[in-house]
């Protein structure tokens, strides 16, 4: 099984009514059901655009804290569910699911290996694969 992540920003997000919201929320926890009784829910979640945000960078092997968002964008992570299926076909049908529930897009990434280090040739390999 292979881990995914399907996410969305805030700024694909359309515009509805109340009654429509109430509808999407309905559709969506109806979407983590399938996914829960399918065996590929791992989490899901929005993200608190109200909430405080900080910024944590390296300094001379120390962490810096820094409150607000590192960089000004009206692109900002709005939610996502992370699934563990079998292939990308998988995923790609989830996703979709998850994208026609909340009626905008949706991108799809999948977790690196946690045994893989993470360089450029081997990036470029697996790309290739």
């Not at 292979?2 to 309905?26: A, C, H, M, P």
């Not at 944590?56 to 992370?82: H, I, N, Q």
């Not at 290996?113 to 081997?122: E, F, K, L, Q």
Request: net charge negative; glycine share 10%; with cysteine.
């Amino acid at each position: 099984m292979s881990e995914y992540l399907i996410f969305f920003n805030d700024e694909w997000v359309t515009e509805t009514t109340d009654e429509g919201w109430r509808k999407r929320s309905q559709d969506v926890g109806a979407v983590i059901a399938e996914m829960k009784a399918a065996g590929v829910f791992i989490f899901a979640g929005g993200l608190d655009n109200d909430a405080p945000v900080f910024h944590v960078e390296p300094r001379d092997g120390k962490p810096v804290l820094m409150d607000g968002p590192y960089a000004e964008t009206k692109e900002t992570f709005g939610g996502f569910a992370a699934v563990d299926v079998p292939d990308e076909a998988a995923a790609r049908y989830w996703a979709g699911r998850v994208a026609v529930a909340c009626d905008w897009p949706q991108e799809v990434r999948i977790f690196r290996n946690p045994g893989r280090v993470p360089t450029p040739d081997a990036d470029r390999a697996a790309g290739k694969a």
